[in-house]
């Protein structure tokens, strides 16, 4: 006798498909650069700069009471008790170091597309598959845009083929940047150099991994060895700014600075806790340091480039102020553009974004890579 059991009664016998409308997106989508960074004052030009400027060193050569001022030439500091001011005797330009610094603003742009029949048929996990198709486009433009804010691109003026190109947070924060890079139209001159980063406040912590050493949060000896703190220290001299700090960072780097509350032998031990219900932390989401509190913040975006931007970078972190040192100027935000059907392949439309990034002081900027 013939039986019919469950496992046989496929589509072909009539049993239905069960597809429900639950979609889920595995794809990282939080971009904490874009979402975190102030916006500062709309360019109204495709290269937007803005000035810099620093006070001159401290002089506390005595004057001799009595004694003349002198308005030419240089003053002997031994002869009169004056600062010695070469050119203009006792007085002296006060602006002679004024700079310009500036970036290239970047246009983006993610299109979309639906066919005529797409529109009419049930697609399961879909509702308006337009509205989703726009909605998607728009998650994949802020992912572009956290990419071009974190990448090592220096910044390019337009070509025959390719658009102006911002400077990222990877060239913005390299100390040894030099002629041709995103301090100014024709490269950085003696005077905008000396706005750059500081030698110390990049790490290279894929070298000292290489090199068998760790990222710390003390002054290492042993090895290779590169210290957060020391990074901090140096963006303090620096700058002369004890701030809070936020450090966006990848997933390397977080892993190495939670280990800094670890308890084996050789790791750097501190901020360890132990609550009253036997649970221990040891992530560091916080760090509070003489120079400044530390705010650790993942990101997966950060390092990449207009070659490969898919590829993710291991050993990266910008040290930024939590102020309005660096921010996002804006052209135009992200804008949903919807093209007629023209030729009857379906509806159309592209969501673009235009800005670039401003670094008001290199000072008070640190890296790792």
Known sequence: MAQSTAYNMDSSRGAREDLSDQLRRVEPQETPLFSLLPSSSAPNALFTEWNVDDLGAPNINPVLDGTDLQFTGSVSVASTGSPGLAGNGDFADKFTNKARMGNRIQQLRSGYTVSPLSEQIAIGGLGNIYADAKAKASLELKRSIEVMLGSDEVGASATSTLGDISAGL?????????SGT?????????????????????LDLTTAIGAGANLIEGFGTV???VSLRAMLQAVYEASGMKANFRLFASPSV???ISDFTRTSAGSTRFNQQISGGGSVSLSVKEYESDYGTLTVIPDLFLGRSIASPATPVAN?????PSDDTVSVKTLQGVT?????D???GGKRGYVTFTGTLCALNGKHLGSIV
């Open 342 to 344: 023209i030729g009857g």
């Open 223 to 225: 090895g290779s060895n």
């Open 182 to 202: 995103y301090w100014h139209s024709s490269g950085i001159g003696a005077s905008a150099s000396a706005y750059r980063p500081v030698a110390g406040s990049r």
């Open 254 to 256: 977080i892993n190495a």
């Open 316 to 320: 990266r972190a910008y040290l930024l």
């Open 170 to 178: 990877g060239a913005l924060t390299n100390p040894s940047n030099g």
């Open 336 to 340: 949903a553009v919807d093209l007629p």
